[in-house]
Protein backbone atom coordinates (compact mmCIF):
# COMPACT_ATOMS: atom_id res chain seq x y z
CA UNK A 1 0.00 0.00 0.00
CA UNK A 2 1.47 3.44 -1.32
CA UNK A 3 1.43 6.37 1.41
CA UNK A 4 -1.44 7.61 -0.76
CA UNK A 5 -3.74 5.17 -0.17
CA UNK A 6 -2.68 5.23 3.56
CA UNK A 7 -3.90 8.56 3.67
CA UNK A 8 -7.77 8.08 3.89
CA UNK A 9 -7.18 5.14 6.35
CA UNK A 10 -5.16 6.98 8.90
CA UNK A 11 -7.74 10.37 8.36
CA UNK A 12 -10.25 8.29 9.44
CA UNK A 13 -8.68 6.69 12.18
CA UNK A 14 -7.65 10.42 13.45
CA UNK A 15 -11.44 11.45 12.70
CA UNK A 16 -12.49 8.32 14.80
CA UNK A 17 -10.52 8.91 17.88
CA UNK A 18 -11.94 12.69 17.64
CA UNK A 19 -15.67 11.18 18.08
CA UNK A 20 -14.44 8.50 20.67
CA UNK A 21 -13.00 11.15 22.87
CA UNK A 22 -15.71 13.61 23.63
CA UNK A 23 -18.01 10.45 24.12
CA UNK A 24 -15.48 8.84 26.55
CA UNK A 25 -15.97 12.88 28.67
CA UNK A 26 -19.01 12.44 28.90
CA UNK A 27 -19.12 8.99 30.16
CA UNK A 28 -16.68 9.95 33.02
CA UNK A 29 -18.75 13.20 33.97
CA UNK A 30 -21.87 11.28 34.84
CA UNK A 31 -19.80 8.44 36.80
CA UNK A 32 -19.25 8.97 40.00
CA UNK A 33 -15.67 7.58 40.73
CA UNK A 34 -14.74 6.19 44.53
CA UNK A 35 -11.70 6.64 46.17
CA UNK A 36 -10.68 4.88 49.52
CA UNK A 37 -7.03 5.11 50.83
CA UNK A 38 -6.78 1.33 52.65
CA UNK A 39 -3.16 1.99 53.99
CA UNK A 40 -0.65 4.52 53.92
CA UNK A 41 3.04 4.17 55.36
CA UNK A 42 6.39 5.97 55.62
CA UNK A 43 9.84 3.70 55.84
CA UNK A 44 13.14 4.37 54.58
CA UNK A 45 15.13 2.20 52.32
CA UNK A 46 18.65 1.39 51.90
CA UNK A 47 18.50 2.71 48.31
CA UNK A 48 17.15 5.18 46.20
CA UNK A 49 16.67 2.53 43.68
CA UNK A 50 13.89 -0.54 44.56
CA UNK A 51 12.65 -3.18 42.26
CA UNK A 52 9.17 -3.52 43.09
CA UNK A 53 7.04 -6.23 42.55
CA UNK A 54 3.31 -7.78 43.08
CA UNK A 55 2.86 -11.07 43.82
CA UNK A 56 -0.88 -13.14 44.63
CA UNK A 57 -0.49 -16.00 47.10
CA UNK A 58 -2.91 -18.58 47.90
CA UNK A 59 -2.30 -20.32 51.03
CA UNK A 60 -3.98 -23.85 50.91
CA UNK A 61 -6.56 -24.70 54.15
CA UNK A 62 -4.77 -24.51 57.47
CA UNK A 63 -1.48 -23.90 56.04
CA UNK A 64 1.14 -23.13 58.22
CA UNK A 65 4.44 -21.33 56.06
CA UNK A 66 7.58 -21.75 57.94
CA UNK A 67 9.76 -19.12 59.40
CA UNK A 68 10.83 -17.17 56.16
CA UNK A 69 12.48 -13.55 55.31
CA UNK A 70 11.18 -11.63 52.38
CA UNK A 71 13.42 -9.27 50.45
CA UNK A 72 11.78 -6.12 51.39
CA UNK A 73 9.02 -4.54 53.35
CA UNK A 74 6.02 -3.69 51.81
CA UNK A 75 2.17 -3.31 52.29
CA UNK A 76 0.17 -6.51 52.37
CA UNK A 77 -3.45 -6.65 51.26
CA UNK A 78 -5.64 -9.70 52.13
CA UNK A 79 -8.04 -11.06 49.53
CA UNK A 80 -10.12 -13.72 50.50
CA UNK A 81 -10.05 -15.50 54.51
CA UNK A 82 -7.84 -14.26 57.12
CA UNK A 83 -3.78 -15.18 57.59
CA UNK A 84 -2.24 -14.73 61.28
CA UNK A 85 0.80 -13.10 60.43
CA UNK A 86 3.81 -13.52 63.17
CA UNK A 87 6.19 -11.24 62.65
CA UNK A 88 9.33 -11.17 65.68
CA UNK A 89 7.95 -11.41 68.42
CA UNK A 90 4.19 -9.31 67.29
CA UNK A 91 1.35 -11.47 66.07
CA UNK A 92 -2.04 -10.23 64.41
CA UNK A 93 -5.09 -11.84 62.37
CA UNK A 94 -5.82 -10.06 59.55
CA UNK A 95 -8.90 -11.04 56.89
CA UNK A 96 -10.05 -10.11 53.98
CA UNK A 97 -10.12 -6.52 52.75
CA UNK A 98 -7.10 -5.35 55.22
CA UNK A 99 -3.95 -4.62 54.63
CA UNK A 100 -0.82 -4.55 56.72
CA UNK A 101 2.55 -3.88 56.57
CA UNK A 102 5.93 -6.17 56.54
CA UNK A 103 8.88 -4.83 57.34
CA UNK A 104 10.70 -7.96 55.89
CA UNK A 105 11.77 -9.18 59.32
CA UNK A 106 11.55 -12.66 60.00
CA UNK A 107 7.83 -14.21 59.72
CA UNK A 108 5.43 -16.61 59.02
CA UNK A 109 1.96 -17.04 58.03
CA UNK A 110 -1.11 -18.99 59.18
CA UNK A 111 -4.29 -19.74 57.11
CA UNK A 112 -6.53 -20.05 59.96
CA UNK A 113 -9.18 -21.52 57.66
CA UNK A 114 -10.50 -24.84 56.31
CA UNK A 115 -10.73 -22.67 52.93
CA UNK A 116 -8.11 -21.29 50.61
CA UNK A 117 -7.10 -17.70 51.48
CA UNK A 118 -5.28 -15.31 49.18
CA UNK A 119 -3.00 -12.36 49.72
CA UNK A 120 -1.16 -9.44 47.53
CA UNK A 121 2.20 -8.86 48.73
CA UNK A 122 3.86 -5.53 47.40
CA UNK A 123 7.63 -5.71 48.12
CA UNK A 124 10.04 -3.07 47.62
CA UNK A 125 13.17 -4.49 46.99
CA UNK A 126 16.58 -1.87 47.56
CA UNK A 127 19.00 -2.71 44.90
Known amino acids: ?18 LINPLTVLADANTSLSKELLFENRTALKSN ?8 ITFPPL ?13 RY ?6 KITEGKQVN ?10 SGQRMRAENLSNE ?4 VLFELVPQ
Open 1 to 18: MTSIQRAPSLALLIFSAC
Open 49 to 56: RIHAKMIR
Open 63 to 75: YKSPWHTHQGPGP
Open 78 to 83: ILKGSL
Open 93 to 102: TYSAGEVFWE
Open 116 to 119: EAEL
